[in-house]
Nanobody, 121 residues
Framework: QVQLMESGGGLVQAGGSLRLSCAASGRIFSINAMAWYRQAPGKQRSLVARITSGGSTNYADSVAGRFTVSRDNAKNTVYLQMNSLKPEDTAVYYC???????????????WGQGTQVTVSS
């Protein structure tokens, strides 16, 4: 019913930048919070950045000041601009969103399939 499709991952050298995008599609009435999570090998998935429908943001301490989350509500898309990348940022990055398919149902939480970000030293 609702799909989240990430793009923009890849291989970059330390100090470089990448911009991730995540577009929601399907039966969408409204989207509440959208977020980016990441999971490195052998580690748990953790929150990177989150943005509400009103534009309020919060970040993990490890990325604050380097990453910026934004969204285009007209396009149902969330972005993650990643600057000054470090090898420890290497992970699979997942998009997450709370989506309501009509005015009479609750919000459901959806995940994208993930996109690999690799930062070389």
């Amino acid at each position: 019913q609702v799909q989240l499709m990430e793009s923009g991952g890849g291989l970059v050298q330390a100090g470089g930048s990448l911009r991730l995008s995540c577009a929601a599609s399907g039966r969408i009435f409204s989207i509440n919070a959208m977020a980016w999570y990441r999971q490195a090998p052998g580690k748990q998935r953790s929150l990177v950045a989150r943005i509400t429908s009103g534009g309020s943001t919060n970040y993990a301490d490890s990325v604050a000041g380097r990453f910026t989350v934004s969204r285009d509500n007209a396009k149902n898309t969330v972005y993650l601009q990643m600057n000054s990348l470090k090898p420890e940022d290497t992970a699979v990055y997942y998009c997450n969103a709370d989506v309501r398919s009509s005015a009479h149902v609750p919000y459901y939480n959806y995940w994208g399939q993930g996109t690999q970000v690799t930062v070389s030293s």
